[in-house]
């Protein structure tokens, strides 16, 4: 897949992906290169699931666009692109938490990674979707109480590196869903609470600007590297050990090394099972083209976000981007975070026939092995009997939807 224009926005990004951790990245007129950050497990205190946030490299001198050459290869999920005589490589490693992006320029440039945050202070979202868990319908505005998006943390003081992380210091929804529903007497730990996450960018040589600025200095090749990661729970001192390892670890492989076994990973993927319909010529219909085209993506995106810890959203993946008139920047989701059943269970239909086993993992983990013992509690509770029973809509932790359950608390209602 090429493009021949530079984007004007998010709204022409590229998917990107290991599994867990996934990119909306573009690159626009003035040659900047811009991802979005987004991974299956950042929870937020509300129980929404935010993206890490979004970085720009940028170079001085900034490379032409005026010829511009851009292909996102399925093949080993890689975004490469030609500016002028200047080259990018992006991808996200298959095998560890790392974001390369590599640059290649006929003349040395500074390269500028910058991070760009939008939860900067706390803010009271406007109007909220469907699975919220403080969507109230009976209330005139549709909230049971404000819902409050806390600010990020920048990281102060990094030596020759930048970052920064979310961490729930409070937890709405869990505790409140279940004794409403009746099931607070099942002891589990607060799948919100202390939930932390986020990302450190580094390259070779390079000089902390500031806080939110890393210059790779002068020189025709340029290596930004970002490391991410959630951990649940966490203080900040844990998160900044897990992530310091994380890099120390992945760091000892040789870096081409790397690069093969990440190569051998999408080739393993790819060759295990396919369907490719060529062009056929002198036809007026391409529609076998087409069907073979669209399944191939949609493998490439189950692949991209299908190895983490909770199932792949049925509502845009972890590939949402701002969406005009959405609050909350590229967090928008619509319909919100909880997982509909009949909708959760279609980008995993076709996967057995796909040889694709390993990425039904999170699905069943899920369903079958984190929530059996509290939705066996569930059903006995709300019907008396043994046995479970999985209701349509659910959050990640087990719960029913606020609003689809009622705010009526169990004990209040006729038997």
Not at 140 to 152: C, M, S
Request: neutral net charge.
């Amino acid at each position: 897949m090429y493009w021949k224009t530079p984007s004007k926005d998010h709204n022409g990004s590229r998917p990107l992906g290991n599994g867990e951790t996934g990119l909306n990245a573009w690159i626009e007129k003035n040659g900047d290169l811009i991802f979005y950050i987004s991974r299956i497990d950042s929870w937020g205190d509300n129980g929404r699931l935010l993206k890490i946030g979004r970085v720009r490299i940028s170079l001085d001198p900034a490379p032409s666009t005026d010829d511009f050459l851009q292909t996102l290869n399925l093949a080993d999920g890689t975004l490469r692109a030609r500016c002028g005589e200047t080259e990018f490589r992006l991808w996200v490693d298959a095998n560890h938490p790392v974001i390369h992006t590599e640059i290649k320029a006929p003349q040395e440039t500074d390269a500028i990674a910058t991070v760009e945050l939008w939860r900067t202070k706390p803010y009271s979202l406007p109007s909220l979707e469907s699975s919220d868990v403080l969507l109230d319908s009976s209330k005139p505005n549709n909230q049971h109480a404000e819902t409050i998006v806390e600010p990020d943390v920048i990281l102060d003081n990094q030596k020759d590196r930048i970052g920064w992380y979310h961490r729930n210091s409070k937890s709405v929804g869990p505790a409140m869903c279940a004794k409403i529903q009746g099931v607070d007497g099942f002891k589990r730990p607060d799948p919100l609470l202390h939930r932390t996450f986020g990302a450190i960018v580094k390259a070779n040589g390079a000089k902390r600007i500031d806080n939110m600025r890393l210059l790779s200095p002068k020189s025709k090749e340029h290596r930004i590297d970002v490391y991410v990661l959630t951990k649940h729970p966490a203080t900040e001192n844990d998160w900044l050990t897990a992530i310091d390892t994380a890099i120390r670890e992945t760091e000892k492989i040789d870096f081409e090394k790397r690069r093969e076994a990440h190569e051998d990973w999408w080739r393993a993927f790819w060759n295990r099972s396919w369907i490719h319909m060529a062009p056929a010529e002198g036809v007026q219909s391409n529609d076998a083209f087409l069907v073979s085209q669209a399944y191939a993506l949609q493998r490439y995106m189950n692949a991209c976000a299908g190895r983490g810890r909770y199932p792949i959203k049925f509502n845009g993946s972890i590939f949402t981007v701002p969406f005009d008139g959405g609050p909350g920047d590229a967090d928008y989701r619509r319909w919100g975070p909880g997982y509909w059943w009949q909708n959760t269970r279609l980008p995993y239909i076709s996967m057995c026939a796909s040889g694709d086993f390993d990425l039904t993992g999170p699905l069943y983990k899920m369903y079958c092995r984190d929530l059996f013992e509290y939705l066996k509690y569930q059903t006995k509770i709300h019907t008396g009997h043994a046995g479970i029973y999985v209701p349509e809509c659910i959050y990640f932790w087990g719960d029913m939807f606020s609003n689809t359950y009622g705010w009526e608390p169990c004990s209040e209602r006729i038997d």
